[in-house]
């Protein structure tokens, strides 16, 4: 499996302490360093807000009881440093009694001229147990201060179970990376916060239904957060590569016969053609490979065989024109670099998800697996394309794309520093 081959053992290196984030503050505003100091100080000062996740030990996460699916989902959000981000600006500044040495740091960002925003967060300590951000971001600074190789996501289990996530049973990850979301979205009151988690993460489509008979259409656009591709054909024939998936998906679909629509011109049922155009892709573009399928006995099984995908993917060589209802300018930023993959090992009814992602600021894999961080190699990662013969092998289920210019330090930070 991938990730028993491959592994190299990591040093273990030191955390910033904030005695010397303080004293950088300090020399900071008293300008009495050169260029060059100031410069190395603030690097130090970036990796308390996320820049530089991975610099200090990948620290897991306890397995609580088939909590697999959670932990592996929690590791792909935290090593967005993007989505790391937005949850600091929603609750930082409001937890002097929490993170009272953070505090000190952020007045040197201040004195930089980095912008944050000051926001409310749960008064109330009942409040704070059910706040998914605020629990999230807990959990976010308990793996990073701390020195244990792993840490327990007890608080943020409770709290999600107060929203009817239940504890102790498997989640299918493509179900819960969308309830996750959703309830980030709807306890961040911010406009300007949600409107930057959405843009991080949602897909804008455009859908066209045509009616075959007349020149009736109907166009609408909607957004969605995963695009699940099919495996499958209609024919139940293997799709060979991600790319095929991506084709396939946008591929015009006859509704005829008992999916046949009513057409208001026509005043009757007629077969329409129904297709979906990209409008607009995310920072964070999140593909979700259809391997449980549904048969007519209600019996679920799972889709092992092999489908590879790329490490870089460019929407634009993949789409077609009619595929696509984008300008220019939207189209120049649909080049991805793979980010994270979660895979699922066993079969459709019992199994168990593992996370391999790739740090933003070392650039090496690492595979996330509960408790068990440890790097591995592109050919670890690549064990996940599945296998025919082997139903319980390791098979990748979501793939996180990450734009390439979406990959590079925060911004405002690089001109800070």
Known sequence: MGQTSGREERSRKPEVAPSKIMEAEIEVQNNKEEPKEVKAKNQKLTSVFGLADLKNEAIGLYNLGQSCCLNSLLQVFLMNIRFTRILRRYLLFELPGVFPWLHSALHSFFYMGCAFERITVPSSPAQRRS?????????????QCGKCKAVGPTDLARCLSEHRV????????????????????????????????????????????????????????????????????????????????LQYFFHPEELSGQNMCFCQQCGRKTTFLQSMKLVHLPQTLTLHLKRFCFERSSRTHKLSHYLPFPQELDLRQV???????????????????????????????????????????????????????CQVSWDDVKCTYGHSNLYWRETAYLLFYMKKQAQQPWPGVSECL
């Open 319 to 373: 789409l077609t024109e009619s595929q696509c209802q984008a300008d220019d300018s939207e189209k120049a930023t649909w080049q991805y670099e793979l980010f994270a993959v979660v895979a699922h090992s066993g079969s459709a009814s019992c199994g168990h998800y593992c996370a391999y992602i790739r740090s933003l600021t070392d650039c090496k894999w690492y595979c996330f697996n509960d408790s068990e961080v």
């Open 166 to 245: 239940e504890l102790f049973v498997q989640h299918d990850a493509a179900q819960l990376f969308l309830t996750l979301w959703n309830l980030l979205k709807k306890q961040m009151k911010k406009a300007e916060l949600v409107e930057e988690l959405c843009d991080l993460y949602t897909i804008c489509i455009q859908e066209h239904v045509a009616c075959q008979k007349c020149s009736f259409e109907v166009k609408s656009k909607s957004t969605m957060l995963t695009l699940p591709l099919p495996v499958l054909d209609a024919h139940s024939h293997r799709l060979k590569t991600l790319e095929d998936c």
């Open 131 to 143: 706040n998914v951000p605020y629990q999230m971001l807990l959990l976010l600074e308990k793996m």
